[in-house]
């Protein structure tokens, strides 16, 4: 046996880090285990050591670090699958799950955030990727939603019947206790996030203050996150002063809105990619023509967060419906930032990488290759400081390191199943 432990050496290839820094050509990258040893230009120790080593050759190619989606569902829509009789049960809903964060992560996605879901599945999987069982990105992960008659994850306005199925990503809470009881149980069950879910356009505000309050004040005793889908005014408003950790959407927040969240402090992830797919789609329906709306809301909103020095964090929507196959979306964000926010490349990309690390409760571990920290490492074909849009394009991969290995990604594929899906049931936007 070797008295070296075995290298993955990544070398001759352009660097984009994810500290900011410049773009730096003939690069040495080292990994030993899960973390990165060195990084510099190439030298004497770009040649392997042991039998075991193994050596990438990046030249011509750009070496960033692993992506990380703030908002990325897994277990909230299953679509209508032929030949599976009821996509949204909880086995198929599971089964489902450990495929999509496969795709997601040979997409480039090392890290993701999945803000609600069914039952605990989402804890459920991401503690199989911990232990080994299936391969799939770092998860920080919600359940449910946590929503009121009238918000977003309230089944159905019109109602046959009343209240949650099981099979469904939300569960009413109609009280202030009922939404203290309910962040406590999903604590108890392992949640790294609580979802509040406001109303499905912002027009009116479901999710009372003390409530909002409540759960913000329960979670953060538990040591978990609170984000919230909030794309009103006053809920908005009503977050900030609660002190949620992040908030979803945000579109309708005024300029003296804002003015509060940048006191608070917390970051918003406007997730422009989902309105985006939805107004793309349903060009000439009225949802459609809604979605584009709310979209250019939302570009407005976000410039006027931006020059208050708001952090702005990057989310896709990734898995809300069937047009939001899970590995299609991830860069189409970054892309957004820059055509209509007015972004840098590079401020994109950091917006897709180390700004979203806190998020992960990995700040200054995941987003940033560099020594010491965790190797999740992504080497494209061409770069995307010259062309943002490449992020969203995994046929430009030439390969994923998650954790310090290497992904399979050959065998996989990208299925015709999901490539190609069902068509969504509706464009929801959660
Ligand atoms: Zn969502």
């Known amino acids: 046996m070797s008295a070296t432990p075995s290298r993955l050496l990544i070398k001759d290839g352009t660097l984009i880090d994810g500290s900011g820094r410049g773009p730096a050509t003939n690069s040495l990258i080292i990994v030993e285990g899960n973390r990165i040893t060195q990084t510099g230009p190439v030298d004497g120790s770009a040649r392997p050591q042991n039998a075991d080593d193994t ?26 699958l032929p030949g599976v009789r009821y996509t949204s049960r909880a086995e198929f809903c599971t089964l489902w799950a450990a495929y999509a964060i496969g795709r997601v992560l040979r997409a480039g996605v090392t890290s993701i955030v999945v803000p609600g879901g069914k039952w605990f599945t989402d804890v459920t999987v991401r503690e199989a990727v911990e232990v080994g069982l299936i391969e799939g990105p770092r998860m920080v992960v919600a359940s449910r939603a946590l929503s009121n008659y009238g918000g977003i994850f309230d089944p159905d306005p019109y109602p046959a019947f ?20 309910e962040t406590r149980r999903q604590c108890k069950r392992g949640v790294d996030l ?42 908005t408003r009503a977050a900030a002063k609660a002190g949620v950790d992040l908030i979803y959407h945000g579109d309708l927040a005024t300029e003296a809105d804002l003015d509060i969240v940048a006191k608070a402090g917390m970051p918003i992830a406007p997730v422009l990619t989902s309105p985006w797919i939805g107004s793309t789609h349903g060009i000439g329906t009225r949802t459609g023509e809604r979605l584009a709306a709310q979209l250019r809301t939302s570009y407005r909103m976000i410039r006027n967060a931006r ?16 047009a939001f196959a899970h590995g299609k979306w991830h860069g189409k964000e970054a892309e957004l930032f820059v055509s209509e926010i007015g972004m840098t490349p590079m401020e994109a990309i950091l917006a897709n990488t180390s700004g979203n ?29 010259a062309d943002i849009t490449v992020l969203q394009r995994p046929g430009e991969i030439s390969a994923v390191v998650k954790d310090g290995r290497i992904v399979e990604r050959a065998a996989h594929g990208f299925r015709k199943l999901v490539d190609d899906p069902p068509r969504a049931r509706r464009l929801a936007s959660g």
């Not at 939300?170 to 009881?181: A, S």
């Not at 609580?194 to 999710?207: P, R, V």
């Not at 984000?227 to 809920?235: L, P």
């Not at 020059?307 to 069937?322: E, F, H, Q, W, Y």
């Open 162 to 181: 009343e209240g949650t199925p099981a099979d469904t990503a939300g569960v009413l809470c109609n009280t202030r206790d009922e939404f203290i009881r």
């Open 307 to 322: 020059d208050r020095g708001i952090p702005v964090l990057a989310g896709s929507d990734t898995g809300n419906a069937s």
């Open 55 to 80: 050596v990438i050759d990046a030249a011509g190619k750009f070496i960033l670090p692993g992506l990380i989606d703030a908002h990325c569902h897994i277990s909230l829509h299953q679509g209508a």
């Open 194 to 235: 609580i979802k509040i879910a406001d109303s499905y356009w912002g027009d009116i505000q479901t999710c009372a203050d003390d409530e909002i309050a409540a759960v913000a004040d329960e979670a953060h005793r538990h040591n978990v996150k609170v984000a919230i889908h909030s794309r009103g005014s006053t809920s």
């Open 357 to 385: 690390a806190w998020l992960m409760g990995l700040d200054g571990e995941v987003g940033v290759v560099a020594p010491g920290k965790l190797a999740d490492i992504v080497i494209w074909n061409s770069n995307p400081l």
